[in-house]
Structure formats: structure tokens, C-alpha cells
């Protein structure tokens, strides 16, 4: 029997991203396919193309050149509305737009016009699931670290329960017990509703315990495409280190 054809969520095709006030580029002929329910860690020194990936991925901004695809069909053809459903990103330094916690959580499911009692029980639902105390529910932006904004921000994004979530550096300012508590609720929500999880992280070790495959960006260009699996852990650190330290030289 011919197994059945399994369309990528996301495709991009020779894709390069160009610098608005420079002729750099931050991207440069990107080609890669990630498959639905895939697991992805992107990592890479400070500066490299991380954020411009998601960015690009989400149709922030759009590419110089080359083609983005989701689900075969090319996100310009997609409205915002549209893409917004599918395809979540949740920022590095998340805002609260002036509203409260509440309110920021309850957003996006109002613009869908759900029923208020639906709303307050998927706001505890998703809460209680990331440890967001109630006590928050009134706070707003300024009265919040930046810590509890990411955790509000991501619960922000899974209420509205996305096929894909691109996530940059979500655990920057989480202690080791909430970083590792929040990847067991991505990898539980990968597993039962075969959400396809997309995350930019520079902590090797919490790539390894969440990604099926990780990408390695190096100025702006895809250095390595591997599964997890077949990833030499240490010659990898040793190859950050080199980045870094290269990086270092190159500002001086």
C-alpha cells in the first residue's frame, strides 16, 4: 500500500532575508521543511538569524527572496487572521499591550467571539497547566518580571491552541524547576494534539530534552539540519564555544 502523502506545515524554498537599513543580510538561502508534530530546537550564537527565522516564520516580515510555504500554500496567500490561527509566536520580552493578565489572556479568544464561561474556563485551564498563580489575574505589564510575562504570554498563545508554536528563548528568565515543568507541558501537548513546537534556545540541555531536530544557524545561513538522535552533544558545545569566541574577536 503507498503510504499517503504528509504535507510540511512549513516549507521554505531558497528563502534570504535582507537588512531594511543595510544591503546585510540576515538570512541567507534557507531551505528546510518541517513536518507537523516535529519538535524543533533552533540554536546559534547572539546575532546569528535566530528570532529573524521565527519572525519570518510567523510572516512578520517578509523574505527578500525565495518562497514560504504553509501547508503547500504560500503565506502571502494567507491573510493575518488566518496565519495568526495557525502559526503563534511568542517574543523573547513579551508585552501586555496595557491590559491586565486577565484581560491579555482572554483577548484573543474574544476576537473569536467564544462565549465568556468558555473563556474563564480555558483561562484556568491553561493557568492552572503553567502555574500561573490567580493573584497575577489583575496585574498588569509594569508589575510583573519578565519571567511571569513569558509564562503569561505562552499561556496567551496556547489558549488559542495553534497547529504550530514558535517559542524564542521562552525559558531566558524561568528558574531550572519552571523551564523544565514548562517543557513537559510542550512535549505532553506535542504528544496528545500533535502540536508542532519550534524553539529558539540557546541551553543545549533543554534543546536535547525537547527537540526531535535542531537547527544551527551561523550568520544567517542553516549550518546544520540533524536529528537529535544523531547529534554529537559535545563536539556541538565545543562548536558554540568556537562561535562565541569568534564573535568576541569580531567585535573588537
Known amino acids: 500500500m503507498r503510504e499517503r502523502h504528509i504535507r510540511p506545515v512549513l516549507r521554505l524554498e531558497q528563502v534570504s532575508l535582507q537588512a531594511k537599513i543595510s544591503s546585510d543580510y540576515l538570512l541567507r538561502n534557507i531551505s528546510l521543511q518541517i513536518q507537523p508534530g516535529e519538535k524543533v530546537g533552533i540554536i546559534g550564537v547572539s546575532g546569528a538569524g535566530k528570532t529573524s527565522l521565527l519572525r519570518l516564520l510567523n510572516h512578520l516580515v517578509s523574505p527578500s527572496s525565495g518562497e514560504i510555504y504553509v501547508q503547500e500554500l504560500p503565506v502571502r496567500q494567507l491573510t493575518p ?7 503563534v509566536l511568542v517574543t523573547q520580552e513579551p508585552k501586555l499591550l496595557g491590559m491586565n493578565v486577565m484581560e491579555a489572556l482572554s ?4 476576537l473569536q ?7 474563564r474556563a480555558k483561562v484556568e485551564t491553561w493557568t492552572s497547566l503553567l502555574r500561573i498563580n490567580s493573584e497575577w489575574f489583575n496585574k498588569t505589564e509594569l508589575q510583573l518580571s519578565l519571567g511571569q510575562r513569558q509564562l503569561v504570554a505562552i499561556a496567551r498563545a496556547l ?6 508554536i514558535l517559542l524564542d528563548e521562552p525559558t531566558s528568565a524561568l528558574d531550572v524547576g519552571l523551564a523544565t515543568h514548562l517543557l513537559t507541558v510542550l512535549n505532553e501537548l506535542n504528544q496528545s494534539q500533535n502540536m508542532t513546537i519550534i524553539m529558539v534556545n540557546h541551553q543545549l540541555e533543554l534543546i536535547k530534552k525537547l527537540g526531535d531536530r535542531f537547527l544551527l544557524i551561523d550568520q ?3 549550518a546544520a539540519d540533524v536529528p537529535a538522535t544523531e547529534s554529537n552533544w559535545q563536539k556541538l558545545r565545543q562548536k558554540m564555544s568556537q562561535l562565541q569566541t569568534q564573535q568576541v574577536q569580531d567585535w573588537l
Open 220 to 222: 544567517g545561513t542553516l
Open 159 to 164: 489558549i488559542m491552541q495553534p497547529e504550530v
Open 113 to 119: 467571539q467564544v462565549p465568556e464561561l468558555e473563556i
Open 81 to 87: 487572521v488566518q496565519l495568526r490561527r495557525k502559526i
Open 107 to 110: 483577548y484573543p479568544l474574544k
